[in-house]
């Protein structure tokens, strides 16, 4: 169960509506009743389309990101009827959503949904990883 949650990075999308800025992806730093802190991160299409190293840079204050493992190119159809994890393995905490973006309080509500358990069970129940454990890309020189 989830106690607290954080925005750890932010990539604002390049399409704004209203006063709150939408943001097309996102890594979420989430304390569990148990004490650990744990990784969860949403890419939406936007981002998603941007090939590497494009899709990492321009976070909010230098961020850098999860690392995505998925090649998207090699993807023709997506079902997101099905929760979509996109990397980084053997554990992946980043999952593609559909949605233009979302607003962090737009975050709180996905962390808020019935089935979030699934979310936070991880790929086939193994869990999300630590926070400390996750991948991020090579920085960029």
Known sequence: MVVSWRVAGSHRAPVQMGVEPLY????LA???NDGSVRALGIRCTDLMSLDPPARDQGWDDGYLPIAVDLDVSTVAHWNFDELRWVGPEPQPCLFWSN??????????????LDGVGV???????????????????????
């Open 24 to 27: 097309d992806g996102a890594d």
């Open 119 to 141: 979310l936070l069970g991880g790929r086939r129940g193994a869990g999300l990883p630590l926070w400390n454990d996750v991948a991020r890309p090579q920085a960029m020189v």
């Open 99 to 112: 949605a233009l973006g979302f607003t962090v309080a737009g975050f709180g509500t996905v962390l808020g």
């Open 30 to 32: 989430l304390t569990m």
